[in-house]
């Protein structure tokens, strides 16, 4: 018993609790002090999260705002239907508060664009951007259009304390690029003054066909003066389709004069489309002036539509066809929205899309020397003849090999024939002129003379983009589009010159082409 007392008498002893108690207390400290910093920033680090989040939010607000204001550009057009007004649309920039009880805000810039943006560099979407002007809408200076295709909103949300996020994205507009009929026929110009084709401002049958002044400035184009050239070859005032009261067919009426020289020109009520009296047939020839159809329609005739005199008031009448391309009496300059006639890829002819009554021309008919296709092409009014066979050879171009029709893109030439073939041949520089030259079987002026014409699939047999559709590039890589030229680079202070540039899905690169319904949508949205 004494022993066992003896060993659990032994005590154990405190010896080294002392400093582990210190250096658990020391660990703990430095422990506190180092998640100090971390919590404070961890909560310096959600403010600021917090604030991105809220002026990211107050960005895509902005976007809401402006994409609703461009939506709602809209007016009832004749019948009532709501379409788009670019009168309506604004401008910018546009600012406001986000409104969530915060002092939240944005700020959005607003450009506007013919053609995609996307497919450029900064420095062109600098150079292209519309000019907008509150009330009066939006205006391309290089193409004259009146239409946006693309907008692009920048868009800045910004906070009390400085910080901002900007969001930019690109709002592809619905539109239809369907060309619409309808513009002035001018005479050539004898002064400063632009006389135009005019059928009055309370039009009937009979109604002489008179000169007037035309239009200038943001002056309308009065409904007198707005003519349509159809496939049958008849002039038909667009203001009087569909009007019953002037013809009750609903077929209005069209340009008129009996075939012998001297005789009035006048309006007369239309016939069915595709079944005219040869008295309403009229064919654009080489000059540029309009001639009357033989009475069995299978040829021009030889009397032209003749301004006596380039005075308003002037009656119009028929002569006997004389004078060149600058006939001051008888050469006529229709609007390339009066429309193309029969021209077509059915008559070997080129229609340029946007210029859609112009038609790739070699000029003057000459392969060689000064002002001739051996300098320059350009686009000129599109010519007629009851028979199309009898067009002249300058504006007949047949793609060799012949095209399949809606097949993928094909490599060919573009020939000519004047008596010897001679091809549409690229200057293989930006913005350089193209010209016809010698058919060539092989070597570089065989590459110049090479172009895919794109239709509407690509190589696999997929619908191409439309932006892709209906051109035709040279052997470039990776190909320039046939194209015109700016509006200051005319021929005879008329007609645009036929170039290559980088293509850009613009119509004035499409040809022969189809019309194109571009729906609605929000694309292409980055931080900046």
Not at 6 to 33: E, H, K, N, Q, Y
Not at 156 to 162: I, K, P, Y
Not at 166 to 183: A, D
Not at 465 to 476: L, P
Request: aromatic residues 6%.
């Amino acid at each position: 018993m004494n022993v066992i007392r003896s060993r659990f008498s032994v005590r154990g002893t405190d010896r080294g609790s002392l400093p582990m108690a210190m250096l658990v207390a020391v660990i703990g400290i430095a422990l506190a002090a180092l998640m100090v910093p971390l919590v404070i920033n961890q909560a310096h680090t959600t403010t600021f999260d917090t604030a991105r989040g809220r002026t990211l939010q107050a960005a895509e607000s902005g976007i809401d705002v402006a994409l609703g204001q461009v939506r709602a550009a809209t007016s009832p057009n004749k019948d009532g239907v709501m379409q788009g007004d670019a009168k309506k649309l604004p401008c910018g920039p546009l600012a406001g508060s986000v409104g969530n009880g915060s002092n939240d805000r944005y700020s959005v810039d607003i450009a506007y664009y013919t053609a995609d943006p996307n497919a450029h560099d900064t420095q062109w979407g600098i150079d292209h951007k519309m000019i907008c002007v509150s009330g009066y809408g939006v205006r391309d200076t290089a193409t004259n259009s009146y239409t946006p295709s693309y907008v692009v909103l920048t868009s800045q949300g910004s906070d009390t304390a400085g910080e901002s996020r900007t969001l930019v994205t690109t709002y592809v507009v619905k539109t239809t690029n369907t060309n619409i009929p309808g513009g002035p026929i001018r005479i050539w110009p004898a002064g400063s003054d632009n006389y135009c084709m005019d059928a009055g401002s309370s039009p009937v049958a009979g109604s002489a066909v008179k000169l007037s002044l035309c239009p200038t400035g943001n002056q309308a184009l009065p409904k007198g003066m707005s003519f349509i050239y159809n496939p049958d070859l008849t002039i038909q005032l667009a203001a009087t389709i569909g009007d019953t009261t002037v013809n009750a067919n609903g077929y209005g009426l069209c340009v008129y004069s009996a075939g012998s020289s001297g005789n009035a020109v006048t309006l007369a009520k239309c016939n069915a489309p595709g079944s005219p009296p040869y008295q309403q047939v009229w064919s654009v020839d080489d000059s540029s002036h309009l001639r009357n159809s033989n009475s069995g329609k299978t040829d021009v005739g030889g009397q032209c539509i003749t301004a006596a005199s380039q005075t308003a008031g002037t009656a119009l009448a028929l002569t006997n066809c004389a004078g060149g391309t600058t006939d001051t009496a008888q050469t006529w300059i229709p609007s390339p929205a009066v429309g193309a006639g029969q021209a077509g890829a059915t008559n070997s002819q080129l229609v340029n899309f946007q210029q859609f009554g112009r038609c790739l021309d070699v000029t003057n008919q000459s392969v060689s020397g000064a002002n001739s296709g051996a300098q320059f092409l350009i686009l000129y009014t599109c010519k007629q003849n009851p028979d199309p066979t009898k067009v002249a050879w300058n504006q007949k171009f047949t793609p060799t090999p012949a095209l399949t029709t809606g097949s993928a893109p094909q490599s060919n030439q573009w020939v000519t024939n004047n008596g010897s073939k001679y091809c549409l041949t690229s200057p293989g520089t930006e913005g350089g002129y193209v010209t016809v030259t010698p058919c060539a079987s092989s070597g570089a002026t065989k590459t110049a003379q090479t172009w895919t014409t794109y239709q509407t699939q690509d190589a696999s047999g997929n619908e191409l983009a439309y932006k892709d559709k209906f051109t035709i590039r040279d052997s470039s890589s990776p190909g320039r589009c046939l194209s015109l030229s700016k509006t200051t680079d005319l021929y005879n202070n008329q007609y645009q010159k036929a170039i290559v540039e980088t293509c850009d899905g613009s119509s004035q690169q499409k040809w022969n082409a189809q019309a194109n319904v571009q729906e609605p949508v929000l694309e292409n949205m980055h931080e900046q």
